[in-house]
């Protein structure tokens, strides 16, 4: 399924890393981090760094 967090407020909290730009919102009054991951147009032809899919592969780990 997927969500549109548009309309999300911000949580006010911030958060560091290299894997891509996260946000930090709000959800039903809970705090959330709604990551992005980072552009791969620079790398056209080359072998993809791993952390162009860490948002999905966190996700898949946060589940179980």
Do not use: N
């Not at 958060?15 to 147009?41: C, F, N, S, V």
């Amino acid at each position: 399924m997927i969500h549109d967090f548009r309309d999300c407020p911000p949580s006010g909290l911030f958060y560091g890393g290299r894997a891509g730009q996260k946000e930090g919102i709000l959800i039903d009054g809970e705090p959330w981090i709604a990551k992005y991951p980072r552009t791969t147009r620079d790398l056209a032809g080359k072998r993809l760094p791993s952390y162009t899919s860490s948002p999905v592969s966190e996700y898949i780990g946060s589940c179980c």
